[in-house]
């Protein structure tokens, strides 16, 4: 029996000729990943284990981005913790205010990650990293701390489901919508344990940021990973880009499959996901009822350049509805000089939006955009459980950028026309 | 090893949001985070649970972000064991980690009540609801990771 991409990856990191579903291994780890929430638990278990030293300074990255610039004293003093702890073990890839951006953003944006990586981050987004063909995984900061001391780490190898992507999406749509729409079919444990494996025709059809924001969101369906073959678009991408030589792995032609899903892109529409979960999915010209407070365009799953683009496009020479507050937030400080360079910046200020510094802020309820009781709010994010931006009565609805910005010149959840 | 305890209930999907709110990650510090476990869900948990309680939950349980957070303030409560129909996989591979005992029982989850006394063998995996005089075997954990659990978590076990 043939193996998955994912299973490729995984037996070549723990130096297998094959591994099966099901089977336990041991990986060598080629990053590992922790932010300013999840860092400091990984520190204090990492010094009560009384390790020596990291495995290897150039391989870890420690990124400040949920609480930064800090929100207020304890979030402060847990930058500090990260900040004394990347100083004392020399990390490379540590990223403060000023050169730091939403960990899923800015880790692929500066070459950190590359094709055929073997990756855990101590945060549920890192399955990110799969648009560039890596297995990547989140993690807790346990297995951060183990990860960051011995360069390893424990796997169950995992079963996968193939999404056998055809067609091109409409002008309209973006790679949010696919995603959105998949959760909404497979729902939230859908893909419990197992890989996404995005294949098809219809791939080479999706960008970069895309496929980004498609890997993003798996695990929102329970997955352990999302991964995207390498292809054309993928070594565009990477070249110059990736600081290490990357690993073209490909799925075996009989690689066993549990589940074989098509889908034809051109027949999606704009996709909302009603509170209070991600699987709640809807046609967003069916929700044309629902008066939104609040708009939030950015986060790790939408908060890049071509996601920029659109809340452009859409809001150059308009006004925002009255009534309701658009926060726009670019991913990484490289996406919002871009903003700055492009007039979009200028564009979303005249249209009545804010522009923030990069951060996770309002995405889980932290800061820049609490949501009161009662309050609504469409968001580019991944997440609207109870309470995740905010009080426990407020409500969160999952759409792309363009829903999201069409969404913020009505003041109701408008399916957009492009 | 062994826990017995009343039963606090819960649905499917029960998120890591609604067991530590993200609001309150400016700290590290278990005490203090455990003071907040389940409010948004089942506000006044904290005052309710006692050394030894057993939570109960439906499918996919601990699904959302990777806080290790969320099964710390679960353990830091005292809570004895959670019992679930499915847990989302970071949550149960940090419960492993830090030692919190866990066990995947689907029947066990839909017959058992909230309030009920039951108790939890560990090393049988036999989960007895003495309120109901019912009984239920739990799915054992593979070997691999029994050994992480009886060494204490997953740092423990990798000292040589």
Not at chain 1, 13 to 28: F, M, P, R, Y
Not at chain 1, 192 to 206: A, C, I, Q, R
């Amino acid at each position: 029996m043939g193996m998955t991409m994912t299973q490729k990856i995984l037996a070549a990191h723990a130096g297998l000729e094959s591994v099966t579903a099901g089977q336990l291994i041991n990986a060598k780890l080629d990053l590992v990943l922790g932010n300013d929430i999840t860092t400091p638990v990984a520190v204090n278990e990492f010094k009560k284990a009384g390790f020596d030293g990291v495995f290897d300074k150039d391989h870890i990255a420690i990124v400040l981005d949920h609480f930064v610039p800090n929100k207020d004293i304890k979030a402060a003093e847990q930058s500090k913790q990260c900040r004394e702890f990347a100083c004392e073990h020399c990390i490379s890839h540590f990223y403060d205010v000023g050169k730091m951006g939403i960990e899923h953003a800015l880790l692929p944006e500066q070459g950190v990650v590359t094709a055929g990586d073997c990756i855990i981050g101590a945060d549920s987004h890192t399955c990110t990293y799969g648009a560039v063909g890596a297995f990547s995984t989140g993690v807790g900061s346990t297995d951060m701390a183990a990860g960051m001391a011995t360069g390893m780490a424990w796997f169950k190898v995992p079963s996968a489901i193939k999404f056998e992507l055809s067609g091109k999406l409409p002008k309209n749509c973006s790679g949010k919508d696919l995603i959105l729409t998949i959760i909404g079919m497979i729902g939230v444990d859908g893909a419990l344990y197992k890989s996404m494996e995005f294949t098809g025709e219809g791939v080479k059809t999706l960008s970069m940021d895309d496929r980004l924001c498609i890997c993003n969101m798996a695990i929102e369906a329970g997955a352990k990973n999302g991964i995207f073959p390498v292809d054309e678009v993928t070594e565009k991408y990477l070249e110059g880009r990736a600081e290490r030589k990357g690993r073209k792995f490909e799925a075996d032609k009989d690689a066993d499959y549990e589940q074989v899903i098509g889908i034809d892109l051109s027949k999606l529409v704009p996709i909302v996901s009603c509170p209070h979960l991600p699987e709640n999915t809807k046609p967003a010209k069916e929700l044309g009822n629902i008066k939104i407070d609040q708009v939030v365009i950015g986060s790790c799953t939408n908060g890049r350049l071509e996601d920029m683009e659109a809340a452009y496009n859409t809001l150059k020479g308009k006004k925002v509805a009255d009534g309701v507050r658009v926060i726009i937030i670019p991913a990484t400080m490289q996406i919002y000089k871009e903003c700055i360079r492009r007039g979009y910046a200028e564009a979303f200020v005249d249209a009545g939006a804010v522009i923030s510094t990069p951060t996770c802020g309002p995405c889980l309820g932290g800061y820049m955009g609490i949501l009161a009781k009662g309050e609504r709010c469409i968001a580019t994010t991944n997440r609207n459980f109870v309470g995740r931006m905010g009080h426990v009565e407020s409500e969160v609805y999952l759409a792309s950028p363009y829903t999201a910005a069409a969404s913020a010149l009505t003041g109701y959840i408008t399916e957009p026309s492009l | 090893m062994n826990a017995q305890g009343k039963v606090f209930k819960y649905p499917d999907n029960v998120d890591t949001d609604v067991i530590i709110p993200a609001r309150y990650l400016n700290t590290s510090n278990a005490e203090e985070l455990a003071l907040h476990a389940m409010e948004d869900i089942d506000t006044g948990f904290v005052k309710k649970v006692e050394a030894g309680d057993i939570m109960v939950a439906g499918y996919n349980f601990g699904c959302g972000s990777s806080r290790e957070h969320a099964p710390l303030v679960i353990k830091t409560n005292k809570v004895g064991c959670v019992i679930a129909k499915s847990f989302a996989r970071i949550f149960y591979r940090n419960a492993i980690n830090i030692g919190l005992p866990i066990l995947e029982c689907p029947e066990a989850a839909e017959k058992i009540d909230a309030g009920d006394e039951v108790s939890v063998n560990f090393d049988t995996g036999v989960i007895k609801d003495i309120t109901k005089g019912l009984e239920f075997k739990a799915q054992p954990f593979p070997d691999f990771i029994q050994n992480i659990i009886n060494k204490g978590g997953l740092l423990a076990s990798l000292k040589k």
